[in-house]
């Protein structure tokens, strides 16, 4: 059984930072695409940053300059660090990753996590 577990949210002061972590467990073969998504009450999930196996990304606009997603292969693991955080950057963020699960016969799923929340208030 394949399970994201993502770490590293909380409150932080605009213009604060934080790194969020997101660890695959279980039976897996190989792990492609990783990356996060948000979503803010009311508003729907939207993608914030992608990374491929071979460390290609893709960031949405309103976060270039400001966050970097990267990758350890060999813990299994994505990150977000968040510099200069904004307000309008507080929702619930998710990690998703396009995994292949061992004894499946080759077939890739892709996978969530449970969210974790990051608040930027005064």
């Known amino acids: 059984q394949v399970q994201l577990v993502e770490s590293g949210g909380g409150l932080v002061q605009p213009g604060g930072s934080l790194r969020l972590s997101c660890a695959a467990s279980?039976?897996?073969?190989?792990?492609?695409?990783m990356g996060w998504y948000r979503q803010a009450p009311g508003k729907e999930r939207e993608l914030v940053a992608l990374i491929s196996s071979i460390d290609m990304t893709k960031y949405e606009d309103h976060v270039k300059g400001r966050f970097t997603i990267s990758r350890d292969n060999a813990k299994k693991t994505v990150y977000l660090q968040m510099n200069s955080l904004k307000p309008e950057d507080t929702a619930v963020y998710y990690c998703?990753?396009?995994?292949?699960?061992?004894?499946?016969?080759?077939?890739?799923?892709?996978?969530w996590g449970q969210g974790t929340q990051v608040t930027v208030s005064s």
């Open positions: 998703t990753a396009n995994i292949r699960p061992r004894y499946l016969g080759g077939r890739t799923f892709d996978y």
């Open positions: 279980g039976n897996i073969f190989s792990i492609n695409d």
